[in-house]
Structures are given as C-alpha cells and as structure tokens.
C-alpha cells in the first residue's frame, strides 16, 4: 500500500499566506524564508544545487552556509532527505561547492 506524502506546498498556498514561504534546513533544521536557503534536487541519479528552485524531481532545502553542508552530506542527512545514496564523486562535489560558502552568516 502506498501512502502519499501530503502536499505542503498546496496548503501553504491556499492559504494565500503573505509571509515567505518557509523551508527547513535539511542539516541544522532551522525554518527560513525560501531565498536564504539552497535546494538541492535528486534527478538522472545525480544531486544537483536547483539554482532557480524550478527543477523537478525531489528536493531538499539547505543554508547556503559551510557548516550545513558538512553536516548534511557527512551526516547522510542529504542522502535521507532525498531517499537516495549520493555517489562518492557527487559527495565530493558538493562537498566542494559548501567550502566556497560562507562559514557562517553575516
Ligand atoms: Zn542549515
């Protein structure tokens, strides 16, 4: 039996809510504004940074902050959050991306 995952996005929506719309760090859980926040979507088995934020398949929302993304690609919480094992070569480039990051914010 299957369950559907329920559909935030649509209930945030009708809600006509005129606050920002509101994603969890994948590594530190923290909930910010869409903008403050990277999402990273698993699609042709690779992760990729979704820099417009329109790209389908699933995504997982991470702080454009160095320590996040250590935390979330050492601690396989980017792997979980997609469902998915990100290939070392994958890791490490991402892991590459997160060290031009900032260390922390401003
Ligand atoms: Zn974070």
Do not use: F
Request: with cysteine; aromatic share 6%.
């Amino acid at each position: 039996m299957k369950t559907k995952t329920p559909k935030y996005d649509n209930i945030v929506q009708a809600t006509r809510s005129k606050h920002v719309p509101q994603r969890t760090c994948v590594a530190c859980r923290q909930t910010r504004g869409k903008r403050d926040l990277l999402r990273l979507v698993y699609s042709n088995d690779i992760v990729e940074i979704d820099i417009r934020g329109k790209k389908p398949g699933r995504g997982v929302y991470i702080c454009s902050l160095r320590k996040c993304w250590e935390t979330g690609l050492k601690g396989n919480r980017i792997d979980y959050g997609l469902r998915t094992k990100l290939s070392a070569e994958n890791r490490r480039t991402l892991l590459e991306y997160g060290r031009s990051l900032p260390e922390k914010e401003d």
